[in-house]
């Protein structure tokens, strides 16, 4: 069965404290994976995507990795702001039918404290 | 700035009433969805649409129905509405197979 793991499922961090988030997967192949942030009350909001093992992308703060079993989402000096529900998602087909949906994880719960 | 538009952002509503939740896009992409979520838990897909009249289930049961009769346009209906239908609902829309999804800000449902 296709199934996204994330964890931790909450951190709490000071600000300027480094972390990562994790995000493990077993699919049958994958084509993609993306990563969300959520704000409360808000519809979760794109960051990256990433195709292939070793590919790396950067915004700000964040750095998405990804490997053949997991992804991480660094955060580098993280400042109150970055305080959000973070979510992984897989897709295991580019083409139609319900394997061109995507798979979400429960998410991580990022608290980032002054 | 959100392109992709949930009304109402909130509903309260008795157990047996029928109920239409709005989603609007003006990005003009044919893959359209219906998400329900509820706190701590994975989102979960419950129809989509690839284009004009046409309408799938997804992998969560759903007593919902949907349509797609323009393709900015994608409602969502409840024709009994029942405590446990009490959730968030998100919806979303893609262009392209590997493009990324946007998200509207949901209407949160709470049934009677």
């Known amino acids: 069965e296709d199934q996204v793991t994330q964890s931790p499922e909450a951190l709490r961090l000071q600000e300027g404290e480094s972390s990562s988030l994790n995000c493990s997967y077993t699919?049958?192949?994958?084509?993609?994976l993306f990563w969300y942030r959520q704000d409360p009350g808000k519809g979760p909001e794109f960051l990256f995507t990433?195709?292939?093992a070793g590919e790396e992308k950067e915004k700000e703060r964040l750095k998405a990795t990804l490997t053949k079993k997991e992804s991480f989402l660094h955060i580098t000096a993280p400042k109150p702001e970055d305080s959000a529900t973070y979510l992984c998602a897989v897709q295991i087909s580019w083409y139609g039918g319900s394997q061109g949906n995507l798979i979400f994880g429960k998410g991580t719960k990022l608290s980032v404290k002054p | 700035e959100a392109d992709i538009y949930q009304t109402p952002r909130y509903l309260v509503i008795g157990t047996g009433k029928k109920i239409t939740l709005e989603c609007s896009q003006t990005?003009?992409?044919?893959?359209m969805y219906w998400y329900q979520q509820d706190p701590g838990m994975e989102l979960h897909l419950i129809h989509y649409?690839?284009?004009?009249?046409?309408?799938e289930k997804g992998d969560l049961s759903s007593e919902s129905t949907v349509s797609r009769i323009r393709t900015e346009h994608f409602p969502l209906t409840l024709e009994s509405a029942r405590p446990s239908h009490t959730s968030q609902y998100l919806c979303?829309?893609?262009?392209?197979?590997?493009?990324?999804?946007?998200f509207g800000n949901g209407t949160r449902l709470t049934v009677t």
């Open positions: 699919v049958s192949g994958l084509r993609g």
């Open positions: 979303a829309s893609r262009q392209g197979g590997d493009s990324p999804l946007h």
């Open positions: 649409s690839y284009g004009v009249n046409s309408t």
């Open positions: 990433l195709y292939s």
């Open positions: 990005m003009g992409h044919d893959k």
